[in-house]
């Protein structure tokens, strides 16, 4: 009897990517050998003021993986969703959701967040992605507060989101400032 046709795996990643780092990408490539179909979700909180809009990190998105989708065969799609990642996770039809661990800390939190997303979809595992080592100092808020605070973000991010990301933090066209009249 001839094998049966095996079901596309699918799976989640999910983040805010505020901006897209070498880390995030050191986990989508990982994961991206791993399943045929991997969705990028970006999380979507109403209470947080990010840096890039959710139409920014979307295109940061695409340029970075379209690379990886290339090497890997891996269909990569990106959505953003609000709420719960394990909802989200279940929309997009995944089985497997991918999470990057940078060290302990991230392991404690991450185990925690598997168990409970594991009570409420028992179809869906939680696979966890140990960052690279020549990543896994690599922070996206660090990331943005080097940026914004005059460094230099390029050993942490891809050259175009390095452009992105400084002309987000010092704008070029900054207006001189209003004179204002004194009082007589």
């Not at 295109?59 to 953003?80: D, F, K, V």
Request: charged letters at 20%; zero cysteines; hydrophobic letters at 45%.
């Amino acid at each position: 009897m001839p094998p049966l046709p095996r079901k596309p795996r699918s799976g989640f990643y999910s983040g805010s990517f505020d901006p897209v780092t070498l880390g995030h990408t050191d986990v989508i490539r990982r994961a991206a050998r791993l399943v045929d179909r991997l969705v990028i979700g970006i999380g979507v909180n109403p209470g947080k003021s990010p840096l890039f809009s959710v139409a920014e990190r979307v295109a940061m998105l695409e340029a970075e993986t379209a690379p990886i989708a290339h090497e890997t065969g891996t269909t990569i799609e990106i959505a953003q969703f609000s709420g719960l990642a394990i909802d989200a996770s279940a929309a997009a039809g995944a089985t497997v959701i991918f999470r990057g661990l940078r060290d302990g800390t991230d392991f404690d939190y991450e185990m925690q967040m598997a168990g409970m997303n594991g009570e409420m979809a028992p179809g869906i595992e939680t696979v966890f992605v140990a960052a690279s080592p020549n990543v896994r100092h690599i922070a996206a808020n660090l990331v943005r507060a080097v940026a914004t605070m005059g460094g230099d973000p390029s050993a942490f991010v891809s050259r175009a989101v390095a452009e992105m990301l400084m002309a987000k933090a010092h704008p070029v066209a900054a207006k001189p400032p209003k004179r204002h009249k004194s009082p007589r």
